[in-house]
């Protein structure tokens, strides 16, 4: 049985750091890509970043770049994303998703609510100004 678990969720200031980590079990991670998506009290989720299976390749959506890195560790089958800079539009459920796939193919064309790859519960993450 595939579980993906989230962890590192809280309530941050403005401007703070915070660093989720989820694991895997139930899958060899280095077969799948990874990513961090999130969804905002009355808003559609959406990709934040993903990361090929070998770590070498990574993408991030508009709004977090240059504040977020996602890395991963395929001996403890963890990623991590690392939010630097955090601003209270970062407000929401935090999902870590494994697809068996390219990493374009997770966060732009396949991402959550299709039923396709394995999500995590979530983590809570709020930023307040």
């Known amino acids: 049985q595939v579980q993906l678990v989230e962890s590192g969720g809280g309530l941050v200031q403005a401007g703070e750091s915070l660093t989720l980590s989820c694991t895997a079990s139930?899958?060899?991670?280095?077969?799948?890509?990874l990513g961090w998506f999130r969804q905002a009290p009355g808003k559609e989720h959406e990709a934040v970043s993903c990361?090929?299976?070998?770590?070498?390749?990574?993408w991030y959506e508009d709004s977090v770049k240059g504040r977020f890195t996602i890395s991963r560790d395929n001996a403890k089958n963890t990623v991590y994303l690392q939010m630097n800079d955090v601003k209270p539009e970062d407000t929401a459920m935090y999902y870590c998703?494994?697809?068996?796939?390219?990493?374009?193919?997770?966060?732009?064309?396949?991402?959550?609510?299709?039923?396709?790859?394995?999500w995590g519960q979530g983590t809570q993450v709020n930023v307040s100004s």
């Open positions: 990361i090929d299976w070998n770590g070498r390749r990574t």
């Open positions: 139930g899958l060899s991670a280095d077969d799948y890509a």
């Open positions: 998703g494994a697809l068996e796939a390219d990493l374009m193919t997770l966060c732009t064309v396949v991402g959550m609510g299709r039923g396709l790859g394995y």
